[in-house]
Each structure stands twice: as structure tokens, then as C-alpha cells.
């Protein structure tokens, strides 16, 4: 088992990636901590690890608020004596976000409380249990728009995974020393009901997979597998990275016919 004695900590356990994430945790060995602030869907990742025979409890959280993620690394702590992962995924796409005229002050505010802020805070009370722990990993998510322009206008969005990805690198920076390695994970578009209630029509569908050189989104679990890898010692000389899992959007910049 590749996570073997190991309490990692996942936000936006719910559902999507995070759910994927969790369950391929807890199979691999570690202990979860599943948070979300959907409270059905996030006590359901839960019940079935345990089912499975794994190890997880649920946290409610909302990852914008100080006091949600001091007390979501807390439970980890209390409960299973540390914390070696911490990934922090859960975030936000906006259906009402598009380009700088359209997309509204709420809309825009709310995107960087959640996926910038959310991030910071989830490091802010991490990273000094990884310390305590002796080192570990954080696994942030941002997005291949972090590196390209959106083909659909989603500026919000698309900031806030640039900050993340600046971010990542500069914790990274900071913390390499400590034994903490800080990485990226850009996921392409993928089949989750994130992307999909925002690619709402057939052509705005369209419009994004054109520019996959694979020809289909990708599926959530394969995210939870790069996941796994940054989590694991296997990456232990991988800090810093954008760690791009997108189907080769980013290579081409028309697919290849």
C-alpha cells in the first residue's frame, strides 16, 4: 500500500475529484479526512471507505473561513495523531462567470474566497501539522487555465487557478527544507459536474474538447491517480511542479486531425 500509516486530509470530498480522491486514500492505506460542506455528500465518501474496510471521518467545512479550516486540521490531529497529506481541492466554477464585463463583483469575490483563499487557509493551518508530522505533502488543485487562456470566458476562475499556481510555487520555495513538498495538480477538462453545469449547451462542449489532442474530457478518477503519485513517496524529489494531467490541451494548440 502506497499510503501505509498516512492521515491525509482532502477538502471537497463529496464529490468529484475530491471523492476520488478520498476512496483511492483510504484503498492505498491512509487514514481520511473527508471535508466538504455538503454534509450527505460528504458522510457518504465516508461510509464508504469504512465499508470498504478503510479508515475516514467527515469534517464539515467551508474552506473560506478561518476558523472551518483550523478546526478541519484540529480533527485530523485529534483523531488520528497527525497529518502527512493535505489536499487541497475543494473549489468553485461559477455558472455565472465569463469575461471581465459580465462576470459580476459577487461572482468574482466569492470565486477568490473560495478557490484562493480557501488554499491559503488550508495551508496556513497545514503546514504547521506537517511540520509536527515531520514533513508530508500538499497537493493543490488549480487547472490547466492557469497556464492557458479559457477557450469559454471564465476569468474568474481563471484567476483564481493562476493565484494557486503561484502560490504553490512559492510555498514550495519556502518550505522544501522542511521536508514538505507543495505541488500543483492542473487538471484538463474533465467529465465532473463542476465543468459540466458550466459547459451547459453541446458547443460551448465543443468549443473545449476541439483543443484535446485525446478527443474527450478526462474522468475524475484519473486526477485521483496523479493525485496518489504526489501524495505517495514515490514523488519524493517533486516539489514545485505544474503538475499537468490534461490530455494534452496544453501541448497542441489545434488538435491534431
Not at 221 to 247: C, P, R, Y
Request: charged residues 20%; hydrophobic residues 45%.
Amino acid at each position: 500500500m502506497r499510503l501505509q500509516n498516512k492521515v491525509a486530509l482532502v477538502t471537497g470530498g463529496g464529490s468529484g475529484i475530491g471523492y476520488f480522491t478520498a476512496l483511492l486514500f483510504a484503498k492505498e492505506g491512509a487514514a481520511v479526512v473527508v471535508v466538504d460542506i455538503n454534509d450527505a455528500a460528504g458522510q457518504k465518501t465516508v461510509q464508504e471507505i469504512t465499508a470498504q474496510g478503510g479508515k475516514a471521518i467527515y469534517v464539515h467545512a467551508d474552506v473560506s473561513q478561518a476558523a472551518d479550516c483550523e478546526r478541519m486540521i484540529q480533527a485530523a490531529e485529534s483523531t488520528y495523531g497527525a497529518l502527512h497529506i493535505l489536499f487541497n481541492n475543494a473549489g468553485i466554477s461559477h455558472a455565472d462567470d465569463d469575461d471581465a464585463v459580465k462576470t459580476s463583483e459577487e461572482v468574482w469575490d466569492l470565486t477568490m474566497r473560495i478557490n484562493v483563499k480557501g488554499v491559503f487557509l488550508g495551508c496556513k493551518y497545514g503546514i504547521p501539522a506537517l511540520r509536527r508530522a515531520g514533513g508530508g505533502s500538499v497537493i493543490n488543485t488549480a487547472s490547466f487555465v492557469a497556464t492557458l487562456g479559457a477557450a469559454t470566458p471564465q476569468l474568474a476562475y481563471t484567476a483564481s487557478k493562476g493565484a494557486v499556481l503561484s502560490m504553490t510555487r512559492e510555498l514550495a520555495a519556502i518550505h522544501a527544507r522542511e521536508g514538505i513538498r507543495v505541488n500543483a495538480l492542473c487538471p484538463g477538462p474533465l467529465r465532473t459536474e463542476l465543468l459540466m453545469k458550466y459547459l451547459n449547451t453541446e458547443e460551448k462542449k465543443q468549443r473545449r474538447l476541439v483543443h484535446i489532442p485525446m478527443g474527450r474530457f478526462g474522468e475524475a478518477h484519473e486526477i485521483a491517480q496523479a493525485a496518489l503519485f504526489l501524495a505517495s513517496d514515490e514523488s519524493s524529489f517533486v516539489t514545485g511542479t505544474n503538475f499537468l494531467v490534461d490530455g494534452g490541451i496544453t501541448s497542441a494548440y489545434v488538435t491534431p486531425e
